[in-house]
């Protein structure tokens, strides 16, 4: 039987987990329909009553909600409960313009740390753990949130934010961390700072990573497992719905992640038509939330690449698994025609010997013709080998790039740690074509 926080609530039988759901969407539409003018409008639009839903597949009726919808409400239009009862607000940074603004209930702020008691629990985190949170603290939810879900655990909680790696890298030592939280590509940055300061992984006692907010391979999974010496758990979320621990996967398979699906109803969508794909079928992650009091969205397009699986866990827990996320639909790259996601061809690099995961995309136009550049470190005995070893690593790259994807690039072997590094979420990408 799995481990779990909540086992009642985690191992649901599905018939139980739906009815469920139907009672709280039901609930949440009644109170988004009387609350919110703009479900008000969108539903009356629609031709669809709360009342008028009664089973789970009239959830398809509804009409979606979308980040821009959020962005014209702002900062507060959307928000179902009266300020006196926000005792929280949360926003998301956006690259342009103004933030979207997300507002928690205490109820909210309660479930949010419940369900990321539980996301620690299924990674294989426990009450005795030393959870070293290097998530960002502030508006961003990362950091606050994994914290009140290490305290609501019973774990102890070292809230040291991001930022600062060698203080980072003592305190791990000295403090005794077992569990760390922080972005994929931080924690292969502490690896390397690690490196230059005489700090050996395998000396400390980090035993499992909880890694998310940005999209990462699988291929980097194992690199990471490698270089720290630990179990990397991949976890999902997003502000709007909530922050970290919308879904998580368990460390018993580490294969999907699990979605709290007492609290969230996840669909799949074709991004273009908005048509519901089936079990398995890739597509636009869209998710309700059923328990929010605060912000409930219904039908939230995440913008989030990938599929649904109902099959049975071997962890025992009922919840549907997504699996991992391949990208967003909006940072999607299409190169003369072909759909790109950074993932893939980080995939392609994180398999190289020498090539370090440490790389930079740049997309430009020339006479009309997309080209994409692959900018990636190279590991410093290669750096100073001989240039035709150099030129055939790199020729490897662009012909292994081209049998996965189709697309022809030009590979550029840069120094190592030459391409900026970040304690947040890491950029991949630079199109100028958009500028
Ligand atoms: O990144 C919440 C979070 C914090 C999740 C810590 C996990 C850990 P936002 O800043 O609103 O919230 O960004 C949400 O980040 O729509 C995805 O595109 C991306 N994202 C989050 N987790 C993953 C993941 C937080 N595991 C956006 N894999 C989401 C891929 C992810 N992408």
New binding site residues.
Partial sequence: MANCFNEEFETLPRPALEALQLTRLRNVLERVYANVPFYRTSLDAAGVRPADVTSLADLHRLPFTTKQDMRDSYPYGLFAAPLEEIVRIHA??GTTGKP?VVGYTRKDIENWSELMARSFVAAGAHRGDIIHNA?GYGL???GL??HYGAERLGASVIPISGGNTRRQLMIMQDFGSTVL?C?PSYSLYMAEEARSEGVDFKKLKLRVG???????SEAMRGEIEEKLNLDAI???????IM?????IECIQAKHG?HIWEDHFIPEIIDPVSGEPLAEGETGELVITTITKQGIPLIRYR???VTSLSYEPCVCGRTHARLA??S??SD?MLIIRGVNVFPSQIESVLVGIEGVEPHYLLIVERKENLDTLEVQVEVDERLFSDEIKVLQGLARRIEKEIKELLGVTCSAKLVEPRTIQRSEG?ATRVIDKRKL
């Fill in positions: 998301s940074s979207t998530y961003f939810t990362g949130g994994a939280t972005t909880i890694f998310g907010a940005e999209p990462w991949d976890i999902y979320g997003l502000s709007e922050g970290p621990g919308v879904a992640l995440t913008r989030d991992r996320m990208g967003r940072d979420k």
